[in-house]
């Protein structure tokens, strides 16, 4: 099983900045994918960002240029730099992490409000 704590979330203004930082523990050795995912209202939920193993990193093309993903190994900690947000930016960021047996693990998701 893994566990994962998502935090960071809040009310940022257009243009600004903010940092959500995903927290993993459990039996980590099998993840092989890190991501956020997003789901705003009356809407599906959508990839935004995620990272293998090896560092390799896809962006949602609406997100690519503003906002980045990244990981500290040692902390178990997978984080999403958001620069720029913009108010359709605004929803629910959950963190994912996805292991080569095919098992999917979900947190419990963090609001985002862009807005002036």
């Known amino acids: 099983q893994v566990q994962l704590v998502e935090s960071g979330g809040g009310l940022v203004q257009p243009g600004g900045s903010l940092r959500l930082s995903c927290a993993a523990s459990g039996s980590l050795s099998t993840i092989n994918v890190m991501g956020w995912y997003r789901q705003a209202p009356g809407k599906q939920r959508e990839l935004v960002a995620r990272i293998t193993s090896e560092g390799n990193t896809d962006y949602a093309d609406s997100v690519k240029g503003r906002f980045t993903i990244s990981t500290d190994n040692a902390k178990h900690m997978v984080y999403l730099q958001m620069n720029s947000p913009k108010p359709e930016d605004t929803a629910v960021y959950y963190c994912?992490?996805?292991?080569?047996?095919?098992?999917?693990?979900w947190g419990q998701g963090t609001q985002v409000t862009v807005s002036s």
């Open positions: 994912r992490a996805d292991s080569v047996v095919g098992s999917t693990y």
